[in-house]
């Protein structure tokens, strides 16, 4: 059996090196490109549009999604995609439509892939009325030189770059990716993601602003709102200069609250096992509470109400 045993080790052994041997010889002559293994093919389409429209609608499943300002003024979409999943591109009743077109067979897909699909939408910059899109995997980058009356944007997993300059109402979610927002002048702005971090910066919100994260760290810079809120289970939460004319509200399970130069009409943080520190800009009347850690917020008496509780972080509050 001992025999027999060895036999089979020198064996699978004898395979292993005869096929790194192949392998390594293969990617030699194929110049270590593995995009040169895949069996997915891919073709690039171009499309140019001559009808007008006001609003924009893209469903897709892989693709990297990027608008481009058009230096010509003229409008075209390339799509870089597999030759049996490729998009229409339309114009419909004033509506810009592109839209997946899979038309593989089952077997197809089986296979070994390298690729990316990406649509490039080349538009001339300025407003349009809406934007909506949908996507499952695949970035989203949307530039300063676009601006929508709403704007939805929905992937399971992907990176969303929004920095439309002039909106008025604002979603943007992803499962698991990042959302990076600036420059952003709307009504009311949703950034939302499961796991993934949300940075936003030169944000000037008329009404609400909200960021929702399961897991993950948001960062908050020069924001400007009616009213914010927080809500996240497992990431810090760190804003700088925000600034909320009525309610500043957090509220996380796992991790920290960290104000520097923010104030609100009145602010409500709520965490279990984070500390909650920082300054804020004007006096409060301050209600707090902390099962285990340590409190030190100023004694004012005047001001809106700062209602601060954690289960077992600190709380450390000044008035700058």
């Known amino acids: ?27 030699t002559m194929l110049n270590w490109d593995f995009s040169k293994l895949s069996t997915t093919k891919y073709v690039t389409n171009e499309h140019i549009l001559d009808d007008s429209f006001s609003d924009i609608t893209i469903s897709t ?25 490729y998009h229409s591109v339309s114009v419909d009743s004033g509506e810009l439509i592109i839209k997946l077109k ?42 300063e030189s676009f601006s929508f009356g709403d704007a939805t944007v929905s992937l399971s997993t992907g990176d969303v770059s929004f920095f439309a300059e002039k909106c008025e109402d604002v979603s943007v979610t992803t499962s698991t990716g990042s959302i990076n927002a600036k420059g952003v002048a709307c009504q009311s702005l949703s950034l939302s993601v499961s796991t993934g971090k949300v940075t936003a910066s030169e944000i000037r919100c008329s009404k609400s602003f909200s960021v929702n994260v399961s897991t993950g760290l948001t960062e908050l810079s020069d ?18 200069s925000l600034i909320c004319k009525e309610i500043l509200s957090a509220e996380r399970s796992t991790g920290d609250v960290l104000l520097e130069g923010c104030d609100g009409g009145d602010v409500k943080i709520t965490t279990d096992t984070g500390d909650v520190r920082g300054t804020l800009l004007s006096d409060k009347v301050f209600i707090t509470s902390s099962d285990t850690g340590k409190v030190s917020v100023p004694k004012t008496t005047s001001g809106g109400k700062c209602e601060i509780t954690t289960d077992t972080g600190d709380i450390v509050i000044e008035i700058k």
Request: charged share 20%; glycine share 10%.
């Open 1 to 27: 059996m001992r025999k027999a045993y060895i036999i089979w080790i020198i064996i699978a052994s004898a395979l292993i090196i005869c096929g790194s041997i192949l392998f390594g010889g293969v990617m």
């Open 61 to 85: 499943d892989t693709a990297d999604i990027e608008f481009i300002a058009s230096d010509d003024g003229n409008v075209r979409v390339i799509c870089h995609e597999e030759v049996n999943a």
């Open 102 to 143: 899979d038309e593989k067979k089952w077997y197809e897909h089986i296979g070994i892939g390298f690729g990316t699909s990406k649509i490039t939408v080349y538009l001339p910059a300025g407003e349009y009325s809406s934007l909506c899109v949908s996507g499952s995997t695949g970035d989203i980058d949307i530039p």
């Open 223 to 240: 924001i400007e709102c009616e009213s914010f809120l927080s809500e996240g289970s497992t990431g810090d939460l760190k804003a700088k």
